[in-house]
């Protein structure tokens, strides 16, 4: 059964940044803003552009956690799971770098790309969904992209 849904992948759309949290070889946590992160099926990749540390903690230990957060609606997800360090060769390396060139231009260097495995995903919600009169969705969306000084487009 996929654990990735619709409402999920659309956030991943949405958010465009996500946090990517790995663990350093003394045990501290290492957290890397990633633009790149894209879903196919029911995997998670994301470009290796300027995170060797990040590439260097998965080669150690595969275990990661990425933030993905509509910051306008003030939800998204936190995705766990098992990351693997692409070879060269493999064509879902070559589909994410072609995407990230597309995107942002071919001078970005895609050093490496990772795939997850997700394993668990959960919901994560501002506290204004329960507290404060439970605000929809929408009424967020508003208040927060009028905050934050955005407009929507036409």
């Not at 098992?82 to 970005?108: C, F, H, I, K, Q």
């Not at 959960?122 to 905050?147: C, H, I, N, V």
């Amino acid at each position: 059964m996929p654990i990735l849904t619709t409402d999920m992948l659309d956030v991943i759309q949405r958010a465009i940044l996500s946090f990517v949290a790995t663990v350093n070889e003394d045990g501290s946590p290492n957290l890397s803003p990633k633009a790149s992160l894209v879903a196919r099926n029911d995997t998670l990749f994301f470009a290796d552009i300027a995170s060797p540390q990040t590439v260097e903690n998965l080669r150690r230990n595969p275990a990661i956690s990425i933030n993905v957060v509509d910051v306008f609606a003030r939800r998204g997800y936190r995705f766990n799971g098992a990351a693997s360090v692409l070879a060269a060769g493999d064509p879902a390396r070559a589909s994410v770098a072609e995407w990230v060139w597309r995107t942002n231009g071919s001078d970005y260097p895609v050093n490496h790309v990772v795939r997850i495995d997700v394993s668990e995903a959960l919901p994560l919600l501002s506290p204004a969904y329960r507290f404060g009169g439970a605000a929809s969705e929408d009424a967020l969306r508003e208040t927060y992209m009028a905050k934050y000084g955005v407009r929507k487009r036409d």
